[in-house]
């Protein structure tokens, strides 16, 4: 039995909409006051990008599960202070929230394309779009790269697709300023190449997956 019992955002006005949308018991305006609620099991951390390894870390020292939405951390500095964070508490209950993998269409492509040795190269093609022009998004400098706040997504379900960990990246940036091409050697020598465009037909899916290998397509 799950119970929503505390959220806190930043405004009054939104943390007693969301207290009244989906029934949380209090609401309030400051993350300590969901921290330090000790009637909670777990956290889930759904703020903007560059406070999620701070508050992580400290939600972990709650000694609280944990879901934060992607990305974990925007900075090497800031992952190895989860890392260290996870170490020092001894509490490791954390989840990022990448749900690709979990699609249901995926899941069954899978099951039916074979064994993930099977996998030998992938394609992640992304048609991201363009940003309206006020989207929080556009401040890089605070936010990180809209590829920084996203990729992990695709990664994670390239990884989950091969059944392996990734040993090489390899990235290039495109002429659009948000455009990556980034290509993925995993443990098991598959590879993946995600396309990350924001310049395509808005018409176009946003995302499709292509799979080779085991004489299979």
Known sequence: TVRLAHVATTRSLSAVNAQ??????????????????????AVFIVTRHHSHADLVCRALRTGKAVFVEKPLALTSADLQRVVDTIASTGNDRIMVGFNRRFAPLLVQTKARFGQPADASMMRYLV??????ADSWYLNEELEGSRFAGEGGHFIDTLSWWAGSLPVQVFAVAGLEPD???????????AVGVISYLTAGNARYPKETIDAAGGGQN
């Open 127 to 132: 048609n991201a779009g363009r940003l309206e």
């Open 179 to 189: 455009d990556v091409q980034v290509t993925v050697r995993f443990e098991s020598g």
């Open 20 to 41: 009244r949308r989906f029934g949380f018991t209090n609401a309030s305006t400051v993350a300590d006051a969901v921290l330090e609620d000790d009637s909670l099991d």
